[in-house]
Nanobody, 115 residues
Framework: QVQLVESGGGLVQAGGSLNLSCAAS?????LGWHRQGPGKERELVAS???????YYADSVKGRFTISRDNAKNTLYLQMNSLKPEDTAMYYC????????????WGQGTQVTVSS
């Protein structure tokens, strides 16, 4: 059974930083951070493949940095210059090469940015 466990969320003031981590129980081709804010749909924030291909949503480019440690099956998201609109539940997701959608999900970690 594949498990993804997130950590690192919390409450921070606007302009502050947080670093999220996601530990996977197995090696997964693509790992991504998604978020769902109040009254909003879940959106992909950033993703990285095992080969190093990276995607960022326009809203976080230049502020967030995604990385992974393949030896530890761990995904990270360094979030800087946080804004109140970044407030959301952040989920770690994983999918294999043949998957069209994310197959595996963590339980989520809450990020709250106060103004």
């Amino acid at each position: 059974q594949v498990q993804l466990v997130e950590s690192g969320g919390g409450l921070v003031q606007a302009g502050g930083s947080l670093n999220l981590s996601c530990a996977a129980s197995v090696s997964i081709f693509t790992l991504g951070w998604h978020r769902q804010g109040p009254g909003k749909e879940r959106e992909l924030v950033a993703s990285v493949s095992s080969g190093g291909s990276i995607y960022y949503a326009d809203s976080v480019k230049g502020r967030f940095t995604i990385s992974r440690d393949n030896a530890k099956n761990t995904l990270y998201l360094q979030m800087n210059s946080l804004k109140p609109e970044d407030t959301a539940m952040y989920y770690c997701g994983g999918r294999h090469t043949a998957d069209n959608e994310y197959r595996y999900w963590g339980q989520g970690t809450q990020v709250t940015v106060s103004s």
